[in-house]
């Protein structure tokens, strides 16, 4: 196994933190959701044998290890962008892209535009508009939304971000709450994270939707059944919009089954995989 830890620089200042995991013939991308790292994975990639795997975790920006540069563009289509940037970079073909939520709707636009793409994993993707929940909408409030995330205590909105997301609680550990806190204590989190909110949705929506029925390649869709966060006519809207895909439906979860369902997710994940 071979393990490495670098920075991919996009531009002056704009760089995304990125680590590589196996050696294997297959390339895997995996992207995490809003107000995570790539420590999302940590539960679900040990189940890829990284003899047969190469994964590649990023930390998209304004999360994790990577840049958070005052103003800009924090826009899921510029995360997009750096992604395909980076594959380019790497001269990675014949893809396998697993994006979760927001990191799923950064797939799903770099697949649009980026062939190296070859398959797409979409775990509680939000591929239209919708409203977005109560903490995102008061991060993006001027000023006053990123003074108040840093003035409570990471933990605890670690804590209350996990119980928002995750069907059962039980499963919510002090190494969980930490994989999230560590993201808020980031400098310049609060700042990056409100940034990206406001900015989450691209302003021509409709234009983008519209061209997801042109993606041909095979599209794999996974939801929790009780997903709270992304609700479950997303997914079922892009099945119906994206040509080669298919739904499964994850029962007794939340929006995160690669962290409460990690076996069956990969399961899932790699009978999808066989048959493609």
């Not at 590589?20 to 940590?42: E, M, P, R």
């Not at 993006?140 to 059962?168: N, Q, T, Y």
Request: proline share 7%; hydrophobic share 40%.
């Amino acid at each position: 196994m071979t393990i490495s830890s670098s920075k991919f620089l996009y531009n002056p200042g704009e760089y995304l933190h990125f680590q590589v995991k196996g050696k294997g013939s297959a390339n895997v991308i995996f992207l995490h959701g809003f107000a995570a790292s790539l420590h999302t994975w940590d539960d679900l990639a040990p189940f890829f044998p990284l003899d047969e795997f190469t994964l590649h975790l990023i930390d998209l920006k304004g999360h994790g290890g990577s840049s958070r540069p005052f103003g800009g563009d924090y826009s899921a289509l510029q995360n997009a962008r750096m992604i395909a940037g980076y594959i380019r970079a790497h001269k990675l073909k014949d893809i396998t892209l697993i994006g979760h939520s927001y990191g799923g709707l950064v797939g799903l636009l770099s697949a649009l535009d980026c062939p190296e793409i070859a398959r797409l994993i979409l775990i509680g993707t939000p591929g239209f508009p919708q409203k977005i929940p109560k903490f995102m909408r008061i991060l993006r409030l001027p000023l006053i939304g990123p003074l108040l995330m840093a003035a409570i205590p990471a933990d605890k909105i670690a804590r209350r971000g996990l119980e928002s997301v995750f069907h059962r609680q039980g499963l919510i550990t002090e190494r969980l709450i930490e994989r999230y806190a560590s993201v808020y204590r980031h400098k310049g989190s609060a700042r990056a994270l409100a940034s990206t909110v406001r900015q989450i949705l691209p302003p021509n929506t409709a234009k983008i939707n519209a061209r997801y029925g042109a993606l041909s390649i095979p599209v794999l869709i996974l939801w929790g059944e009780h997903d709270r966060i992304v609700k479950p006519w997303q997914g079922k809207q892009l099945n119906r919009e994206l040509k080669n895909s298919r739904m499964v439906i994850i029962p007794d979860c939340g929006h995160n089954p690669h962290e409460e369902s990690p076996e069956e997710t990969f399961a899932i994940i790699q009978g999808f995989l066989a048959n493609c």
